[in-house]
C-alpha cells in the first residue's frame, strides 16, 4: 500500500509546490482535488496541456494519483445541481484516465439543503434510496464508458450510513465500476465505540472485497455538548488501526491509503502513526 495524502491540505500557489510538499513528507501517493491545481472541482472542459503538466508533477516525485476527488451531492434538495454535476462527470472521466488515475471518489447524500457533510432526517425515506441509486447509475453509466470506477464513501450523515447498505448499492447498480472508499471511522456513533472489533469486523465482512480506495483518519466520542462522533487526524483518536491495517490487508487491497480531515501541521505525526501500523503489518506477514 501507498500512503498518501488529499492535496487539498496543502496550500501552496501551484501544484508544483503541493506536490513538492507532500513528497518531502515521505509520502507515495495522493487524492487529487482539482482546485489544487487551480481548476474548478467539475471541470466543463478538458485541457490536455495542463493535464500532462500535472500527471508530470506527480510521476517526478514518485506520486501515484489513487483518486480523483468527484465528490457531490447526489441527491442534493436542487435537483439542478445534480443534472449540473451529472453533464460534467464525463469530462472529469476524462481528466481522470488522462490523469493515470482510475478511481473517482463519490459520496451518496443527504437531503440536507446547505451541506452534503450534515445528516436529515429525509435520508432514510425510500424516495430518498431512489433517487440516489438512479444518480449513482448515471454516474457509473459514464464511469464504464471510461473505463474508470466510482469510490463511493459511507457516511453516517449520508444515505448509505452502514457497510449493509454499501453492499446493497453495489449490489443493486450491479456494476465492476462501482466500488468503495474503505474509511472505517466513518461508520461509528457513539454507542459504537466500545464495540469496536465488531464494527471493523462486521464493515470488512459486508465491503472488504469491493475497496478501490482506503482513507485513514482517526475517530473518537462527541465534543462536550456534541451528539455525534468526532473524526480526527489518524493517531488522535482511538480507531484500532491494528486491527484495521490487518483486515485491510488481508482483504486483498494494495492501492494508496490517503490521510485527511487534518491540518498541514499534523501530516507528519498522522504519517509516522499510519506508517507504524502499516510497517507492523507488513512485517508480520
Not at 445528516?119 to 425515506?125: D, G, T, V, Y
Request: contains cysteine; aromatic residues 6%.
Amino acid at each position: 500500500m501507498r500512503l498518501g495524502l488529499m492535496t487539498h491540505h496543502i496550500i501552496r500557489p501551484d501544484i508544483e509546490g503541493v506536490a513538492a510538499a507532500i513528497a518531502k513528507h515521505g509520502l507515495s501517493a495522493v487524492q487529487l482535488n482539482l482546485e489544487s491545481a487551480g481548476l474548478p472541482p467539475f471541470p466543463s472542459t478538458f485541457d490536455p496541456a495542463l493535464c500532462r503538466r500535472i500527471r508530470a508533477v506527480f510521476d517526478d516525485r514518485d506520486l501515484v494519483i489513487s483518486g480523483l476527488s468527484g465528490t457531490f451531492n447526489v441527491i442534493d434538495p436542487d435537483s439542478a445541481k445534480v443534472r449540473d454535476h451529472v453533464a460534467r462527470f464525463d469530462v472529469l472521466a476524462r481528466w481522470c484516465r488522462e490523469l493515470g488515475c482510475n478511481v473517482i471518489t463519490a459520496c451518496t447524500g443527504t437531503r440536507h439543503p446547505a451541506s452534503m457533510w450534515r445528516f436529515h432526517p429525509e435520508n432514510a425515506l425510500p424516495e430518498s434510496w431512489r433517487a440516489m441509486v438512479e444518480t449513482m447509475r448515471q454516474i457509473t453509466t459514464i464511469a464504464e464508458a471510461s473505463d474508470v470506477t466510482i469510490a463511493f464513501e459511507p457516511e453516517v450523515v449520508n444515505v448509505v450510513d452502514t457497510a449493509a447498505k454499501a453492499r446493497r448499492l453495489i449490489e443493486e447498480v450491479g456494476s465492476d465500476h462501482l466500488r468503495v472508499v474503505m474509511d472505517p471511522a466513518n461508520y461509528f456513533h457513539p454507542p459504537m465505540l466500545v464495540h469496536m472489533d465488531e464494527v471493523l469486523d462486521a464493515v470488512f465482512e459486508q465491503v472488504g472485497a469491493f475497496i478501490a480506495l482506503g482513507h485513514a483518519k482517526d475517530v473518537r466520542g462527541p465534543d462536550i455538548g456534541g451528539t455525534e462522533c468526532v473524526r480526527p487526524a489518524a493517531g488522535t483518536g482511538m480507531l484500532d488501526y491494528t486491527r484495521y491495517m490487518r483486515l485491510l490487508r488481508a482483504s486483498g487491497f494494495d492501492g494508496g491509503l490517503i490521510m485527511h480531515s487534518l491540518s498541514e501541521l499534523e501530516v507528519a505525526a498522522s504519517a509516522a502513526y499510519v506508517r507504524r501500523f502499516l510497517d507492523a503489518e507488513a512485517q508480520s506477514g
